[in-house]
T-cell receptor, first 109, second 115 residues
Framework: AQRVTQPEKLLSVFKGAPVELKCNYSYSGSPELFWYVQYSRQRLQLLLRHISRESIKGFTADLNKGETSFHLKKPFAQEEDSAMYYCALLTGGGNKLTFGTGTQLKVEL | DAGVTQSPTHLIKTRGQQVTLRCSPKSGHDTVSWYQQALGQGPQFIFQ???????QRGNFPDRFSGHQFPNYSSELNVNALLLGDSALYLC??????????????FGPGTRLTVL
């Protein structure tokens, strides 16, 4: 069965420090992975998807099939990055998103 | 475009009752997915509707049912409510399903409390 694991409930970093939010997945098929973000009092929204290989708000994520990981990284954290981040895996022949439990990122001054 | 809208915002019910939650998709979208988000957890997929049919279903009992109307809006019905059904219910819309290429937009959610 498919599974997404985000081992850290809370990650606290200082402004300007590098950030890495961990995501591991378990899936027998070809994975399609996403990162979603929820800022305080806002809706859940798509941050980036591995298929597009783009950098959004300075964040990048590389799919590592050998390690079954899709970690989210940013070289220099900003205060506005403080939010809840969810890793998600598309399964079921498409159409079904399986989310991890989320990591709360707190960027301190 | 207000994006995905959900009603009501909050709802309090007692065990055994039935509840109906509503969702209007983003303009131009034809697919609606429903998720349950318990406190401290990520969203869990309930089911997805496309062309008025349930196309995909997660691991939820038959007490959870839905409907999609010709205008693509959708309802989520939960019968015989249990305390464990207390959660935030999220609706998300997209065009022609969900894939690696098309984005799914989420609504603000309906907070259901079962007493």
């Amino acid at each position: 069965a498919q599974r997404v694991t985000q081992p850290e409930k809370l990650l606290s970093v200082f402004k300007g420090a590098p950030v890495e939010l961990k995501c591991n997945y378990s899936y027998s098929g070809s994975p399609e992975l996403f990162w979603y973000v929820q800022y305080s009092r806002q809706r859940l929204q798509l941050l980036l998807r591995h298929i597009s290989r783009e950098s959004i708000k300075g964040f990048t994520a590389d799919l590592n099939k050998g390690e079954t990981s899709f970690h989210l990284k940013k070289p220099f954290a900003q205060e506005e990055d403080s939010a809840m981040y969810y890793c998600a895996l598309l399964t079921g022949g498409g159409n079904k998103l399986t989310f991890g439990t989320g990591t709360q990122l707190k960027v301190e001054l | 475009d207000a994006g995905v809208t959900q009603s009501p915002t909050h709802l309090i019910k007692t065990r055994g009752q039935q509840v109906t939650l509503r969702c209007s998709p983003k303009s131009g979208h034809d697919t609606v997915s429903w998720y349950q988000q318990a406190l401290g957890q990520g969203p869990q997929f309930i089911f997805q509707y496309y062309e008025e049919e349930e196309r995909q279903r997660g691991n939820f009992p038959d007490r959870f049912s839905g409907h999609q109307f010709p205008n693509y809006s959708s309802e989520l019905n939960v019968n015989a409510l249990l305390l464990g059904d207390s959660a935030l219910y999220l609706c998300a819309s997209s065009l022609e399903g969900v894939s690696a290429y098309n984005e799914q937009f989420f609504g603000p959610g309906t907070r259901l409390t079962v007493l």
